[in-house]
């Protein structure tokens, strides 16, 4: 599975889903350095949301965008509650 | 003459994230980056195959689009090196002749790769991986070349290694160390990188030197120091990082191999930090000074940095911020041939100072998690305190931030040593104790 999809339903978030494109990601881990609640490593060293996919929920949103900002290759995707791409643009 | 409250020098990861910072909490400050490169992209990204072998656009190597220094009212200036600091006036002029005056200044101007101490290492074919104009060169060389050289035993040249082989040549690593990563990694663990890497096809030559580069204007093979004659058309130099300090001798800033700072980042003279790679800190991790050469490090550097830039503004700019230390557990990871590998903390294991007066020195000791032969090995290394100060991983990432916390929180082992251990054993139960 090249992309991994996470739901998000953070009250007051603008975020509805994150997605991971594990062949872009190197496992730098710089996300999990800005949000160490959403993202870890897996054995594979690609980054995951924790708990299963429930971590989606544990940053606010400005947190969450740093994180994705702060990939090297650009393997974090952020989309609004439309399903719009709202980063990286 | 342009004033600037905060001024960096540098464009890189470091240099980017601490502008960035500074205003999301200061929206009026005026911010500059000086950088020589002509916007920030990903330097991670320059050592990885599928980017050399075009899996991955060119393109996607830049971190930042032009429009968002425009955005965020960061005025970049490309294309330029800082010559001269003038402490006293706080000015740095750069060399095209402008001068800038600065409140703040940060310093992070990385580092080059280090060149290969041989006569004749300029010839053509003769390449290294630290900027995007090496990149270019060396993806300009890996089409012609049909056999190549690596040299030295670290990260680049494992991650090169890999990508001139997935681009068809016949590689030879030459290192001088016993075994790949001596004295990071142990025997065992270097066993498991260099059978994947001689799966892969790559030769390698142990405690081995070139002692003479072959060929006229372009490489065409190497004498090593017992008199193997190696063909190549290609070298590839990963042999560790240097950086250019000689514009800051004169100005009274404290140099060592790096710019010396404190926890806090700052430099000896007031109003100057310091972040990244040419960062060589007071890691309060280690308990010791030194010097970091690594992505996310540079990162979250540039972020102290800033926030403590910040802190030492007008109350109404620093927005309610104090003083940070930089603490973070460093790590860097990198895939290759099959294998992932990550290095956290202090990997060093080593003699310490005992704290009992008789005892003299005491050995850090190694927890074994996986085996080699299980294709999945973790060293866990803990200190006379029976603290973890640092981890190896292969193939085992998975546990590298629950390790880092448990570095972090200072987590004594004693009565956890066979959970530690056990490979079926979630080590995030251990945070909760």
């Known amino acids: ?89 | 003459m342009q004033n600037f409250k905060y001024l960096m020098i540098g464009g890189g990861v470091a240099g980017t994230t601490a502008a960035e910072t500074l205003r999301q909490h200061d929206k009026d400050g005026s911010i500059a980056i000086v950088s020589d490169e002509p916007r920030m992209y990903s330097r991670i990204m320059l050592s990885k195959p599928n980017f050399f072998l075009g899996k991955i656009p060119f393109d996607n190597v830049w971190l930042r689009e032009e429009k968002w220094y425009i955005e965020n009212k960061i005025e970049f200036i490309g294309d330029s090196l800082a010559t001269k600091l003038d402490t006293k006036n706080k000015t740095v002029e750069l060399n095209n002749g402008k001068v800038l005056q600065y409140e703040k200044l940060l310093l992070a101007t990385g580092g080059e790769a280090r060149p290969w101490p041989l006569e004749g290492s300029n010839k053509k074919g003769i390449c290294y991986l630290r900027d995007l104009s090496e990149a270019k060169e060396l993806i300009e060389n890996v089409k012609t070349a049909k056999q190549a050289i690596a040299i030295g035993s670290g990260f680049v040249s494992f991650e090169m290694c890999e990508m001139m082989r997935l681009a068809g040549l016949e590689v030879t690593l030459i290192m001088r160390e016993p075994y790949y990563w001596y004295p990071l990694l142990d025997e065992e663990s270097a066993k498991m990188i260099e059978k994947a890497l001689t799966e892969g096809g790559v030769k390698i030559l142990r405690e081995s030197e070139v002692s003479e580069i072959l060929g006229d204007e372009r490489i065409e093979g190497v004498i090593l120091k017992n008199g193997e004659k190696i063909d190549c058309q290609l070298a590839l130099i990963g042999i560790g990082l240097v950086c250019n300090l000689d514009w800051l001798k004169e100005e009274g800033i404290e140099i060592n191999r790096g710019i010396l700072s404190n926890e806090y980042l700052e430099t000896n003279i007031s109003d100057i930090y310091t972040a990244g790679d040419v960062a060589e800190f007071n890691y309060l991790v280690l308990g010791e000074r030194v010097q970091l050469g690594n992505w996310v490090n540079a990162q979250m550097q540039g972020r102290t940095a800033a926030n403590n830039m910040l802190a030492s503004s007008s109350a109404e700019a620093s927005a309610g911020q104090s003083k940070k230390e930089f603490k973070m557990v460093s790590f860097y990871t990198c895939i290759g041939f099959g294998l992932n590998i990550a290095m956290s903390g202090d990997v060093r294991v080593k003699s310490q100072p005992s704290h009992e007066a008789t005892a003299g020195k005491v050995e850090c000791r190694v927890i074994k998690r996986g085996s080699p032969e299980s294709g999945s090995f973790i060293r866990i290394i803990v200190d006379c305190n029976d603290e973890i100060i640092g981890a190896t991983f292969i193939n085992r990432t998975g546990d590298l931030m629950p390790i880092n916390k448990l570095i972090e929180f200072n987590f004594k082992v004693t009565s956890h040593e066979s959970e530690l251990s056990d490979i079926n054993f979630d080590l995030k139960t251990l945070l909760h104790k």
Do not use: H
Request: glycine share 8%; hydrophobic share 40%.
């Open chain 1, 1 to 89: 599975m090249s992309k991994q999809e996470y739901a998000r339903s953070k009250e007051g978030s603008n975020i509805g889903k994150i997605v991971v494109d594990r062949d872009l990601c190197i496992g730098a881990a710089s996300c999990v350095a800005v949000s160490g609640e959403t993202w870890e490593l897996d054995n594979e060293n690609k980054a995951v949301v924790t708990n299963a996919g429930a971590g989606a929920n544990a940053a606010d949103d400005a947190t969450l965008m740093m994180s994705a900002q702060s990939c090297p290759t650009k393997a974090i995707l952020l989309f609004d509650k439309e399903g719009k791409q709202v980063f990286p643009k």
